[in-house]
């Protein structure tokens, strides 16, 4: 551990903000080509500070946590709830599978399967290929999500690469930078390109001195903003 540098605490704060002011940004905008000032870009690049730092805390929350089984609950419910925060933020259907490629549901959802990954790939009683199947069938549940396959794969390689900081980041980047092509051949050229700032977490990330923080009850306090946020601008997106 280092004596200086960014808590735990101190970076979910900044996550927390950064992804606040990408959905705020998204008031009032139908499309992505309403989106793509110079303006809406910038507040969007801000924005991707926040999806890499909820895949890294939630690899380092499932070797920090005491009760893997309540970790999971916690997750499970906060990908419930956020389903419909999500939708009605988004302003399409709950069901997800009548909404866009990559829209279906939250983010909450992918980072569920990543916790699930790395419990599996760390159970010695499932043969290899138990587990390749099992990841591919995570990839399958979770394509359709927000930030699609690409949180899951990305927290099991974080985790299984735990130690050796180059080569988390490299492996979430690689990752992320998949899923960023995508969104440009699928969605948007310019917010696939967006997707890359997500290297700007990285430097944040590097100053993270593996401490929790002084605020114990800052890390659940996302499990209620996160849903809740999303609500609240839905709300406000419809009075506008």
Known sequence: ????????????????????????????IETYQQAETPMQIGLHCIGRLTAPMMIFFVAEGYYHTHDFRCYLRRLLMLAVVSHFAFCYFNMSGFNPLDNLLFNATSIAWPLLWGLILLKVW??????????????LLACALTFTSDWSCAAPLAILMIGRSRGNFCKQMLWMMVIITGYAVAFFVVHSQTYGMV??????????????????????????????????????????????
């Open 195 to 240: 997707h890359m700032a997500c290297w700007l977490a990285v430097p944040l990330l590097s100053l993270y001195n593996g401490q929790r923080g002084r605020c114990r009850w800052l890390g659940k306090f996302f499990y209620y903003y996160y849903p809740a946020h999303m609500a609240l601008i839905g709300l406000l997106a419809r009075i506008i």
């Open 1 to 28: 551990m280092q004596t200086k540098g960014l808590s735990g605490n101190a970076l979910k704060v900044i996550a927390i903000i950064a992804m606040t002011i990408d959905h705020l940004a998204w008031v009032g």
């Open 122 to 135: 760390d159970m010695p009683q499932l043969v290899h290929w138990h587990k390749v199947a099992i990841t």
